[in-house]
């Protein structure tokens, strides 16, 4: 079962439980008072969106609400946990990945479809894709900007924590990071939005194909 969480300001949980909901994959969303996950979560998936409006920063005051600490205790126990977009940020304030998020380079919201490429599949996440193969998905957000020190990006290449790239990096993120995981590799974060990439209808399937990594697990 897929735990959806739910903070004042999201805007993509009834997105990612329509995508699992297409991969015959229960769900439950998780609103951000409560201090337990549903017994039988699985995985849990921090969706988009503006908690708490992004005041002070992207996520920083969503990472101290109740759910969060039951979130923390669930992937330090080896749970599996996604951070799409302001789910990312949420899991770099929270401190269970590394690094930063600043500001857009140019200054502005961006909102397009984005050319991601596949840097590390020996995760669950990206499973069912090849090394440098290359995934179009949307990306929309102003605090994108991936940061972290040349000590910490130089650990990740080392524990293959980088995940996907942009081909034309739209925010200045360093080493053109769109998405890493921990050196567990059962948290994963990125700023591009799978659950808005799962029909052909709406430009194509390769979201869904990304979320369905997670089915072998679930």
């Not at 002070?56 to 759910?67: E, K, V, Y």
């Not at 126990?77 to 690094?99: D, H, K, M, R, T």
């Amino acid at each position: 079962m897929v735990a959806i969480l739910q903070f004042l300001g999201t805007n993509c949980e009834y997105d990612v439980e329509y995508a699992f909901s297409l991969l015959h994959i229960p769900t439950q969303i998780v609103w951000h008072k409560e201090t337990a996950l549903p017994q039988e979560t699985k995985l849990v998936i921090i969706p988009g969106g503006f908690s708490y409006g992004d005041y002070l920063r992207s996520g920083a005051i969503a990472q101290f609400s109740p759910i969060m600490k039951a979130v923390i205790e669930f992937a330090n126990a080896g749970g599996y946990v996604l951070g799409i977009c302001n789910g990312f940020q949420i899991l770099l304030e929270s401190g269970l990945l590394p690094g930063a998020m600043k500001r857009n380079k140019n200054l502005h919201f961006i909102s397009k479809d984005s050319d991601l490429k596949i840097i590390s599949n020996a995760n669950v996440f990206l499973s069912k894709f090849q090394p440098n193969a290359i995934a179009k998905i949307p990306i929309a957000h102003a605090d994108g900007n991936y940061y972290i020190d040349e000590a910490g990006l130089k650990e990740l290449k080392a524990n293959d924590q980088i995940l996907l790239e942009y081909v034309h990096n739209p925010n200045g993120s360093v080493g053109n990071i769109a998405g890493i995981c921990n050196k567990h590799k059962n948290v994963f974060g990125l700023m591009p939005h799978p659950e808005r990439a799962i029909e052909k209808l709406l430009g194509g399937e390769i979201g869904l194909k990304m979320l369905e990594g997670f089915a072998e697990i679930l």
